[in-house]
Every structure is written in structure tokens, then in C-alpha cells.
């Protein structure tokens, strides 16, 4: 069974630019979550989606979004790209049964972001 | 504010060694805790988890040890192997299912 793939796995934006990264979970996974992680700090927690809906927000600016699509393919943008940006991307999938266990989630490699 | 905090940035321990890493928490109404670690270039791997209604959970090497009373949890490695350098994330589920994470601990193995 395929893992979590993001892309692309690095990229180097400059301030301004808005950014696109790509999430594709594991094959009957519907729930994908977004994470920031930065040197120090834990992952954060920026948005989880679900069949399409975005369930669960972290505390980012609107400058992030995000979507999925009917295959629970996931992407999420940043615009307008702030030097603070830069940063390890993580997307993670999971097969959601709440109410069943610890909600395992299954991470990508992440996609790293360099802002100049 | 910091609900899940991992007040060690780094470790160092002697392979056969035990390894203890800590997690201190905030939220008693957390239900489960998770531990994942993470080798540079990937994305974190799942290790164990302990519900808030157990005190300890057994994985081979790998043991955690949840102190409700004191909001504390430990993993524990016996006997460290040089695989196990990686930085070791400890996370918390709260009443949304969502999860929040520590900051990590670099746990190094010395031969």
C-alpha cells in the first residue's frame, strides 16, 4: 500500500509569492490533515479536511487555505508568502474512526518551503 | 500557551542504555496520548499510543507510562539502539480528536 506522498518536496519561493503544495493519502483514507513544523517548535496544526470539508482549523492567518478534492487529494496554498513562512510542510491521512482507538496519523515526507 | 510540552531539546544516552524521554501536559481532559518519531527528510512514524484510561502500554522496546495525576508522560526504550537517534515527538488528543504536539526531543544514541 503506497504511503503519503507530497510534493513537490522542496522549493524556493521570495516574499510575495503565493505557494501551492500537493498532499495524496493513503489509498481509503478521507480524513487529511496540514502541520507547520518549524525549528523548536512542534508541528502545528493547520487544517484538517474530510470528504471534502474542512472539519477542524488551526490558528494561521487566512493566508493559508486549503482543499480537497473527491479522491481526498489534498493542497494547500499560501499567498502572499512572508519570510516566516519558511518551513517544513507535513500533510497526514487517516482512516478517522474517532471513536475507535487513537486516530493514527500516517505522514508524508513534507514538503519544504524556503522563503528569501 | 503550551498544553503539551517536552521540556528536553536533546538526549544523549548509551546504546544499551534505558532511554526516559518526558511530556508534560495541561489538559486533563486529553483521552489519548501518542508518541511518534521522526528521522531527518521524512515525516514523523507512528510508535505507541496510551489511552488516559491506562497508566502504562508495552510495545517491545518501547514502553510509555502515563501519570494522570501529575499530567506526565514518559517513553521509555530498552536497550537503546543506535536506530533509535531521531527526534521523538510526544502528542495529546483532545475533545476536537485533534492533535497536540510537543516540540520534540533529539534523542542521540552513542555507541
Redesign the interface.
Given at each position: 500500500k503506497a504511503g503519503?506522498t507530497q510534493t513537490p518536496r522542496y522549493l524556493i519561493k521570495t516574499r510575495g509569492q503565493q505557494v501551492t503544495l500537493s498532499c495524496s493519502p493513503i489509498s481509503g483514507h478521507r480524513s487529511v490533515s496540514w502541520?507547520q513544523q518549524t525549528p523548536?517548535?512542534?508541528?502545528?496544526?493547520l487544517f484538517?479536511y474530510f470528504s471534502e470539508t474542512q472539519r477542524?482549523k488551526g490558528n494561521f492567518p487566512g493566508r493559508f487555505s486549503g482543499r480537497q478534492f473527491s479522491n481526498s487529494r489534498s493542497e494547500m496554498n499560501v499567498s502572499t508568502l512572508e519570510l516566516g513562512d519558511s518551513a517544513l510542510y507535513?500533510c497526514?491521512s487517516s482512516n478517522?474512526n474517532?471513536g475507535v482507538?487513537?486516530?493514527?496519523?500516517?505522514?508524508?515526507?513534507?514538503s519544504r518551503l524556503t522563503v528569501l | 500557551d503550551q498544553q503539551v510540552k517536552q521540556n528536553s531539546p536533546s538526549l544523549s544516552v548509551q546504546e544499551g542504555r534505558i532511554s526516559i524521554l518526558n511530556c508534560d501536559y495541561t489538559n486533563s481532559m486529553f483521552d489519548y496520548f501518542l508518541w511518534y518519531k521522526k528521522y531527518p527528510a521524512e515525516g514523523p512514524t507512528f510508535l505507541i499510543s496510551i489511552s488516559s484510561i491506562k497508566d502504562k502500554n508495552e510495545d517491545g522496546r518501547f514502553t510509555v507510562f502515563l501519570n494522570k495525576s501529575a499530567k506526565h508522560l514518559s517513553l521509555h526504550i530498552v536497550p537503546s539502539q543506535p536506530g533509535d537517534s531521531a527526534v521523538y515527538f510526544c502528542a495529546a488528543r483532545d475533545s476536537n480528536y485533534q492533535l497536540i504536539w510537543g516540540a520534540g526531543t533529539k534523542l542521540i544514541i552513542k555507541p
Open positions: 503519503v502541520y523548536g517548535q512542534g508541528l502545528q496544526f484538517e477542524n507535513l497526514a478517522n474517532p482507538g487513537a486516530n493514527v496519523l500516517t505522514f508524508g515526507a513534507g | -
